[in-house]
């Protein structure tokens, strides 16, 4: 394996078993220096086994991982020059936030004056100046996850690992956090790799984002191309919600694919991933991409059907429409001057450069 000089974190075709279950199964990705990716999937898919493969707190099964190129699959925590911040803060309840701070610093014997800079320099990037003496109980939970991101910062890491880092705070804080935390991380160009579950995080902090479904690997991209172009009906479900229409694939040349529907419609689509014609596909069509009209539309991609039900939610209406040919399919409208009702007979439209075509999993 050749170490690429750019990526702080390489993660070769690890594995973690349990007895017969394969809890993390063949994942690889690297971390490029300074950038943030994100791990992320539901409950149970393997990141946080994944993560702590990498920090060195659990044994890998197979495989092998580098930081900035040093193979450390088999080295102790401490000897990865890696930074820790978990769910869970871990701060020390009798310690005040100056000497939680401090705390792996003593451990690794720095001079006393080092230490005292460093607990400076690690509060002040946090915002806690000022806050030294408090003990963590006299903190908010905000206040304490700052903490904690003070005391792995002190170490100086090459690289900072977190788990779920936020999911203790309530959704107000998390979201303030969550940017505090992105600038933070941006202006000190620190290499993060960072476990959630929550799709909106995992969006809108990182560069790129790891999507992990059953131990193994589903999609490695940047946001953009994560939401736009997913590459299964998992990712596509996961990040954000998705209509999928099931069809067979028609080549029609220029750039174009054909989805034929079993009503025999074909809905046209701007082609992005290879697929075999006459193959089984689906048809994704987020629903923040349509149009919704009362009146009738003509076109290729009309699909006609009937309104089951319409909410209101002051930013956004959502239509459930009961598609003719038997179908949901989900609409949701920003700027809107009408309300169509429950029961109105509709017509959704969709642009070919809006539709995304993937091949049929059999997996589901
Ligand atoms: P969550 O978001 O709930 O933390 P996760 O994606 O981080 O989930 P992991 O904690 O990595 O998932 O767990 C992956 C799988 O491995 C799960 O099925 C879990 O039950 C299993 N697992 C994790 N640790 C152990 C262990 N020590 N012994 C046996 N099975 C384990």
């Known amino acids: 394996m050749q170490p690429m000089s750019d990526d702080a974190i390489q993660v070769r075709r690890v594995m973690k078993s349990y007895g017969t279950m394969l809890a993390v199964d063949d994942v690889s990705f690297n971390v490029a220096e300074g950038e943030f990716v994100s791990l992320l999937g539901p409950s149970g898919c393997g990141k946080t086994t994944t993560l702590r493969m990498i920090a060195g707190f659990t044994d890998t099964s197979g495989g092998a991982i580098r930081v900035h190129g040093r193979e450390v699959t088999h080295l102790p925590p401490e000897k990865r020059d890696l930074g820790f911040v978990f769910q869970n803060y871990a701060l020390w309840p009798h310690m005040t936030v100056a000497e939680n701070v401090a705390f792996g610093l003593k451990l690794r014997r720095k001079p006393r004056d080092v230490i005292r800079n460093k607990i400076e320099e690690a509060l002040s990037v946090t915002g806690l100046s000022g806050y030294e003496d408090r003990l963590p109980r006299q903190l908010s939970g905000g206040q304490q996850q700052r903490v904690a991101l003070a005391r792995a910062l002190a170490l100086e890491p090459q690289v900072l690992l977190m788990d779920e880092p936020l999911s203790n705070l309530d959704r107000a804080l998390r979201v303030v956090m969550r940017r505090e935390l ?39 991209a940047a946001p953009y191309e994560l939401y736009e172009n997913p ?19 028609s080549d029609m040349g220029g750039g174009m694919v054909g989805v034929r529907l079993p009503s025999g419609q074909v809905l046209h689509a701007q082609a992005r991933v290879p697929v075999a014609q006459g193959g089984a596909v689906r048809a994704l069509i987020r629903p923040e991409r349509v149009t919704i009209s009362p009146a009738e539309l003509s076109g290729p991609n009309v699909l006609a059907g009937r309104v089951e039900l319409s909410e209101y939610f002051g930013a956004v209406l959502r239509y459930t429409v009961r598609l003719d040919s038997g179908e949901i399919l989900r609409a949701e409208v920003h700027n809107f001057d009408e309300f169509i009702a429950g029961g109105s007979r509709v017509w959704i439209c969709t642009l070919p450069e809006h539709l995304r075509v993937i091949p049929h999993d059999p997996r589901g």
């Open 182 to 220: 992105k600038e933070l991380q941006a202006r000190m160009k620190m290499t993060t790799l960072y476990v959630t579950h929550d799709q909106e995080e995992a969006l809108s902090m990182s560069n790129r984002v790891v999507i992990m479904n059953g131990g193994r690997v589903e999609q490695i």
């Open 231 to 249: 590459a299964t009906r998992f990712v596509a479900d996961f990040v954000g919600i998705t209509n999928f229409l099931e069809g067979t694939a």
